[in-house]
């Protein structure tokens, strides 16, 4: 991606977060002239007039190894005053700069805020339709008080309790005491009416006055690359809003490992991290609210997944012995903590249920995995893969449950691929490839149909779901070897050797609205090969431990679940041999399993006892994970066989 | 007290905080020599060159309509290099000034920080022996744990759950969200042997590295003048420290009323209360902690007892609906809420217990007294008075208990009066007088005997116990008429009639170290008559509800409960008829309550029963409460009459 620098030409090393797009860019042009060189797509409506104030991005100071750059404020020009009237106190101080203002005079690091990048509005994480029984830790009662007298000097609180308790047989209740400040008032400003907000039939959390019915909670899947919200009346299962955002701690780390190392090696790099998505989860509360028409205060209830190291971070925990053997997470229960504890800014006395996690990795989110699927209820073997940066599995049936997490890298989510970007509109969801004549059908996020109709959303590079298939397709044409070299001895234009190795075009750059072809390339395929080659391994071992040689059934979940192809999964495989009727997509099932005990305090205890039965694997332990790892790295495997998937797969292999 | 001003002479209003002292002073003149004309006790060892540092004061500003005055700091010379260095920027804020170098030029409302008023180490609030069986709250466990390894994958706290668990039988434990926040490292500091605090055999408040035996705890008295503390040690039943202080809150406000009115009137007025109060007490937690020689955030457990308004204030709760009929408080349960909640800097994640509130303004403090002395566990008849600025009076035995409150003044505790002050060294405790020759002999804090030596304590002014004593011995020497004026028939030079009303003289000039003759004037007199009237009108209303007409026994607790002589309160009236020997003065029985509950569970539990138990009586309803006022006025009492104090009265009384 860019050129590298040429001689006689002054450029400089300019790198976008969270996408990972970098390149080098002529001194003297604009931060927003990069972003277009380079395929970032930014906000902006004003014509680089500085008007609209829409492109804000914010310069990330220090030196970033990963990146071997050293950012500064001051390579870019100087802040003019055109911009500050755009930004708050906050944002002057953390770097924000208007991109079609700055020009750029040095390496930079520049992080693109959620609000300012293009295509934003269409997340992924879309609701799986469940049916999940009402029974949410959080509920509202109306009463009517008799008000105090002369003859009954009751205080207050003992009115509202003694008709609570008469009329709910809700005995033994307290109140929160920041609700007991505000009592008084509220029972006088609603004439002694009043509805009352109650948590596990224990703790008053909210008096409001007068009669307000409904009530709503917000459950939340925090993964390491994005973060998906899901607004739900807690009166009906219904979902009311959903929103989702790359996680704002991506700048600090792109997996767990360098977050975890963030954290050690940086003073105050827990902290950093912490507000980060304490700020991220309350920005999404604020928008949920926004489109349901409520206030943000008026959540009454949180759930929390994410795995063991992002429950950590967004707890405030220290991860630092999550890093190392042998890897003791903090706590494993499910924890309820005022949400004013947490900086939260919903209902200050709402409750904060952070679901349990397994062990190493696996956490929270996979236990909500398995309250949604439900692998422990079942007879069949299952084995559940929730594929992000981070991979988890849980293999096992009724009997017994074991899990191992594996780190994946971002290919599967379309970022550090050469024209990798997220699923956004524009981004290559599906691609087919015509085995003869080599020639690529895709389709195009925001498009209904297969198309490169000149009035469609032209292409401008490839996502997640895409990059599978296209490896798929391209293996099962013969482009692709089973060690994963493309193989240059086939007679078509889109097959090309340069000096940086062999690619395969998928769209022609007159198909795009980038100008530019838009390839697979050598490395990209390595990314693919070691994501699923991690995930293959994985599940081996699983299987070696509960000694069972087949899977009756495959649930793919996670960040793009719903999306990916399974034929596509199946042939690149990701997975070991499985009928291809028994494989399921069913999205982000860790969102579910937050849904389903944000409505559902059965499911919070499900999800305690299932957490404690899980055994976890720590793969890196296995005696022979290295090898098994690198026989995973062919396509689909280099020794396995799959008699269930031979009509999927190129003759040579299944043979 | 002090001047009215003279003409042709610039003099200036000056009132001392919170001792009430003011009068009018030259212009020109040091707070210093203000204080020294007008009895007040400042602290200073340098000679008032400005180099001790001890002396300071803050200036309040504003209109004070209490006063009629307006201080402000211009109102004296500017503030100069000399001074600075000894305040904080704070303090500085606060309009901390040094008496010695601040001269006055215009009127000023000067308080008086505990640390500045002379006389100040000895505190009056002593502690009563009782044998007090421990059941404390908090209790500390060691545990030695088995460190994490990789076939023993379990989080920090669930191994330490575990093994409190099959240790200590402790099931079902939770953590404190800020304790979990540093438990990784504690554990590690300790090389996995840990002392773990554990609330209520619930929640774990703290965890330490290593063995740490010993636990504190603090009992809080908050009165409406004064603050009281006594810091025991949870592991035997020992008080380590006790300290006591004015109530900083008294620059709002010196009795219930005018602090509700201060806070329905001022904005801010209850968040500067709360913040007042707050801050004391963590004054006081850091003083006693340092006398035992530990970290304020040693102390693990905290009890509360005061009045109703003074508990809704601690609590930061709205006291408004206090002040009007029909007198609801906020609360009357216990509670239980963490102190950093509270802003109270002990353990952080140690639990306030406050103890529950009967009705109207008898509240926490008068509970204290019932769980420490027990009336409803006995047979007799039993009054028990609690002597504040708001007098609070139980009547019952085990059958049942009713209460009330009368707004006595200040006046029992020394303040408000001609030559009044606090029971500090100086202060008039005792006295006698001659029937015959009208002499008066007197007791000053500070001296063993009864002496006027000249190498003793002279006298500086009154106390509480010291104006009961002078009243009764004025009385029954025929100096006090029974409605309480001053014969003016008498010969002796003791009795003085001057333009401001007669006045008899207790202490000549000589005899005191202030070079004036301390005198009782006749509104003194009317003030001790107004306050025991209430109560006494308050004790009458309490036996018609009970249809009782003898007491078996009478208990005076409260703030100076240990030093008021029991005869002289029999003889002004304080009480209806009681045989002497079935008086007690208990001392801080609401003090002893918050230490019963500090050190056992059942006591808090005791306490909530009783609490419910009490029927509250709001005097000024009852239909004769102004007769029955009218006629308590009166030495001892307008009709009644005291068969078993016949000895003690004047014939012409029990006649």
Known sequence: MGATPEKGKQKHLVVFQPSGRRGYIDEGKTI?????????????????????????????????????????MENLSPIEDSERKF?????????????????????????????????????????????????PAVRKYYVELVPAALEDPRGDWERLQAELNSRFDLGQLIIDYQVLLGLQKVIRQGDWKVTVSVWMDREVIKVEPGLVPRGYGLAVDIDTTTVAGYLCDLTSDEVVATDAMMNPQVIYGEDVMTRITYAISKEDGLQSMNRAIVKGVNQMAGRVALQAGIKRRGILDLTVVGNTCMHHLFLSIDPQYLGRAPFPPSIHHSLDIKARDLGLKICPGAYVHVLPIEAGFVGADNVGLLIAEEPHKQDEMVLAIDIGTNGELVLGNREKLVSCSCATGPAF???HLKYGMRAVPG??????????????????????????????????????????????????????QRNGRLNTDLETPRLRVTGDGPKFVIAWADETSISQDIVICQDDVAAVQLAKGAMYAGAKLLMRRLAVDRLDKVILAGAFGTYIDKESAATIGLFPDCALENIYAVGNAAGDGARIALLNVDGRREASE???????????????????????????????TFPQLKHLLPKKVTG
Not at 54 to 61: D, E, L, N
Not at 435 to 448: C, H, L, M, S, Y
């Open 32 to 72: 927003k002239q990069a972003s277009r060189e380079l395929g970032e797509e930014l906000e902006g409506i004003c014509g680089e007039k500085a008007t609209c104030g829409k492109c804000k991005v914010s310069i990330q100071s220090g030196f970033f190894a990963r990146y071997g750059i050293e950012s500064r």
């Open 87 to 135: 930004f708050t106190k906050r944002q002057e101080l953390d770097g924000y700069r208007l991109a079609c203002v700055a020009r750029i005079y040095g390496d930079v690091l520049v992080f693109v805020p959620e609000e300012s990048r293009a295509g934003k509005q269409i997340v992924r994480k879309s609701i799986t339709e469940r049916a999940i029984e009402l029974k």
């Open 413 to 415: 989510e379309g970022a």
């Open 427 to 480: 981004a290559i969801e599906k691609v087919e490839i015509d085995p003869d004549t080599k020639e690529v059908r895709f389709k195009v996020i925001g498009n209904a149909e297969w198309s490169t109709d000149l009035e469609a959303v032209a292409a401008k590079g490839i996502c997640g779901s895409g990059i599978i298939d296209a490896i798929a397709q391209m293996f099962k044409a013969g482009i692709l």
């Open 610 to 640: 299932v957490a404690r039965e899980v055994e976890y694997i720590e793969l890196t332990l296995e005696s022979d994970f290295q090898r098994q790892f690198a026989q995973a790295m062919y396509l689909p495997h280099m020794k396995d």
